[in-house]
Structures are given as C-alpha cells and as structure tokens.
C-alpha cells in the first residue's frame, strides 16, 4: 500500500501534540565541594549571636538549633502575607540573618535551568534568567507546604527555584503540576548518601506545587526568585536551534499554509494559553496585550516562534462571548468575538442585549470552522462554540480551535444587569494566542 498522504487533521494533531511537550519545571542533582555548603546565621539580636555549620556533615542536633533559630514560614495570599500552619509548616530565615557560602553563579546553575525553561522562546539569545536569593527554609520532622502557586514579586519574575541541601530527610518530596502533568521530586531519596551533592527544582510561578510532610531528619532549602532579563552582551550567540517540538510545529504550520484547501478563505487557528501571563484585568488597567506577547513561556513561546517562523501573524487578544444568546435561551453558544483590549461596559445595562452588541461591534465575530474548511470533524463539547448567531459568515472570521480557551488570563468589564433588583454583572474576556491565515490565494511561498 502507499504511505498515506497526511491530512489538515494530521498536520493540527502534530500541532497539538507538539504543544503538549510542555516544559514547566526542571531538575538535577549538582556536585559541589564541602566548602560551598557553609553556612553562617544569626541565633539572637546581639551582633555576636552568630552561629556556623557545614551542611556537608552537619549533626542533627546542630540542625535542630537552625531550625530553632527560624521564624515561622508564612505564605502568600493575594497581596497579604499569612501565616497559617494548618497550610505551611515550617522554618524560615530572610536573607538579611544568613550568609550561605553556595553560589549559584558559579555553579551555572542558571545556565543549568535555562534551556528547559526558556525552551520555545524564539529570542532566548536576547534574554537570560537571573536568580536573586529569597529565603532559606528549615522543613523538620512534620513540616509540609499545603499545594499553591508563587506569589510573582514584580512583573518580570517568571518562577522560582529551590535549591535542597545534602542533609538527611526523609518525606519532603517537592510535587508539582500543571495542566494534565504532573512530577514528585524527592530530594531525600535523591541526596540520600551523597553529603557533596546539592538538588535543585525549578518552575514557573504559575506551577502548583506542595511539600509533603517531613516525617525524619531536617530538608534545608535555598530559595530563588526567577526573573527573566534582557541579555544585552549575548547577542553574538549565534542562533538558537529550534527544539523537535518546535520543528514538528513549524512543519506542520508550513504543511496547513500550503494546502489550499485548508481555510480557503483565511481564518485564525486558536490556541488557549497554557501559563497565567500579566495581562489587563480591567478596562483602566495600564498592563498591555502587547506587552504579554514579549513574554510568553513554554508551549505558548514555541507557538508563537513557530508562526514567526513560517512567516505567519500571531498575536494575543481577548475571546469574549457575546451574551445575549444566553439570556434568549438559545444553546451554549453565543458569538465568540476577538477583541486586542478590555471592553469598557460602564454605565450599559445588558437589557435589551446592549453590552453584546458593544462587544460585537468592537472587535471580530468568528464563527467555528467547518468541516469543508478545514477537513477535521467536529467533537462534540471538544472546543468552544462559536454558534451561527445573528450575523451572516461572511461577516465573521472561521476559526478553528487547537487547544480550547482557557480562562487562566481573565479581563473583566463590569455592567448593569437587571435581575430582582440592578446589580452589577460582568463581561469576560479570555486571552488566547491566535495565529492568522491569508486566504489561500494570498499565501506566497516562502
Ligand atoms: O521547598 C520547596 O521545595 C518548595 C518551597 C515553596 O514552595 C515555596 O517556598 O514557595
Ligand atoms: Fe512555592
């Protein structure tokens, strides 16, 4: 039999499959000498109170005192730190009571972390991740981190990394998720016997992640906070080779673009985004669509450069849904429109559909390609809808789904709404990544 030729729906599987090799978090174990495992802390106010210890053989007994020496861990919830031993247990030191004698500069531990976690950015010769020390942690017998994602601590910080010293533990194991995957790293099975060895997690912010609970011994951590810079001298580095991830993306865009009976038309393949970005939350907020575009991580990056790569538009808007449909008792639906800022509802009431018409009229309607158009059958519930509703097709642009909308970067417009008595409602929209296709009249070969 001839090798099958490969279809629309073969080209949007590798896509898609292509995205999911998702690159969240990262670790290692790391040799290092005995005397990068010093540390020195204050125990007291006065400037003498001033205690050492090597990691490398420290007792437990001269453990136990460290963790004496620590302050309860707190965490944080929206802009308030809380302390709540129910949901963290542990000891902490701020970086002002200690002097720890590893240097993550000259270990490369960030040259370490960085392909994993800048993989699929098409401008990591441009950028480079700098680690600035946060606390250190003492999690003795019974201490755990209940699941939670890190506070970000300025608009550049892209994720944390903790770095676990070689003594005794056993529980403790770091767990971290995100989307369908998820991974456990146990530093105590990992350090077990090696007292010169140091392991190391790092993960985006958006990662959830828990300590479980320390049942013996003393897990003794380093944080960093993770900030993602310009890197003005590495411009001489000659360019990035693309990861088989993002090769296969490319491949399969370059195959879509050169079938002309793929969106004959042009239309947008949509990707709902898989990391939390700083986007506008509101109408008057200064943050920008643009400004996310700059900063997109893992399968979102290796989208983008792939587009970039074939030559194609790819941008970050807000999907709002249209919400008269609703209110009428038609299915689902509603139209999906494509808007590039937060809608400014104040002041509308959404009688009379209103607010969707103000949303309709700002930005594009899309409609949910066809099978004709695009050669994959509809899934039933597998993407959102964009129901034909109101408007003719040719005043809406086809879309086609390849990873649904997903509601991790939200902006909201409040308005009226009218129910028992007027009460504030509002209109959201959900940023997604979208890549557009001339019609194929007009798709020159690159
Ligand atoms: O110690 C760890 O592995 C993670 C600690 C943590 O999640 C945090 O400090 O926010
Ligand atoms: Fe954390």
Avoid at 167 to 175: M, V
Avoid at 250 to 255: D, Q, S, V, Y
Wanted: with cysteine; glycine share 8%; charged share 25%.
């Amino acid at each position: 039999m001839p090798p099958k030729t490969p279809t629309a729906e073969d080209h949007l599987r590798v896509l898609r499959d292509a995205l999911k090799q998702s690159t969240p978090w990262t670790s290692g174990l790391l040799n290092v000498r005995p005397d990068e495992l010093v540390l020195f802390y204050k125990h007291g106010a006065g400037e003498d109170d001033a205690r050492h210890l090597n990691f490398n053989d420290a007792t437990e007994e001269q453990l136990a005192r460290l963790a004496e020496s620590c302050q309860p861990a707190t965490f944080g919830k929206g802009t308030e730190d809380i302390l709540d031993e129910s949901y963290r247990k542990a000891g902490k030191l701020d970086c002002a009571d200690f002097a720890a004698s590893l240097d993550v500069g000259t270990l490369r531990l960030v040259e370490a972390i960085s392909p994993d976690l800048l993989d699929g950015r098409d401008d990591v010769e441009d950028k480079s991740i700098k680690a600035e020390l946060y606390k250190l942690n003492v999690y003795g017998p019974g201490s755990f981190f209940k699941a939670h994602k890190d506070t970000p601590r300025a608009g550049d910080m892209i994720g944390s990394l903790v770095v676990v010293l070689p003594t005794a533990h056993s529980g403790g194991a770091l767990t971290l998720s995100h989307g369908d995957s998820s991974t456990s790293f146990d530093s105590g099975a990992l350090l077990a016997d090696k007292p010169s060895s140091i392991a190391y997690a790092a993960f985006f912010s958006d990662v959830t992640h828990a300590v479980e609970e320390v049942t013996s011994g003393y897990r003794v951590t380093l944080t960093y906070n993770l900030f993602l810079l310009d890197a003005p001298t590495s411009r001489l580095v000659p360019g990035r080779q693309a990861s088989a991830a993002e090769t296969a993306c490319e491949a399969a865009l370059r195959a879509l673009m050169a079938d002309a009976t793929f969106l004959p038309a042009g239309g947008l393949l949509g990707f709902g985004l898989q990391h939390q970005y700083p986007v506008p939350r509101t109408p008057s907020d200064p943050a920008s669509l643009e400004h996310v575009t700059t900063v997109l991580k893992g399968a979102d990056a290796r989208m983008q450069s792939a587009a970039a790569r074939v030559g194609l538009e790819s941008v970050i808007q807000l999907i709002y849904r249209s919400l008269e449909y609703y209110a009428r008792g038609r299915d689902r639906g509603g139209n999906q429109v494509v808007l590039g800022e937060v809608i400014d509802l104040e002041g509308m009431w959404d009688e009379g559909g209103e607010t969707s018409e103000a949303v309709e009229k700002a930005g594009e309607v899309l409609r949910t390609a066809r099978y004709s158009e695009i050669g994959v059958k509809p899934k039933k519930n597998s993407q959102p809808e964009s129901e034909s509703a109101g408007l003719e097709d040719e005043k809406r642009t086809a879309i086609f789904w390849v990873r649904r909308l997903t509601r991790l970067n939200r902006a909201e417009s409040a308005f009226i709404a009218m129910g028992n008595q007027a009460d504030l409602a509002h209109s959201y929209g959900d940023a997604a990544l979208l890549v557009r296709f001339p019609p194929s009249g007009q798709r020159g070969a690159e």
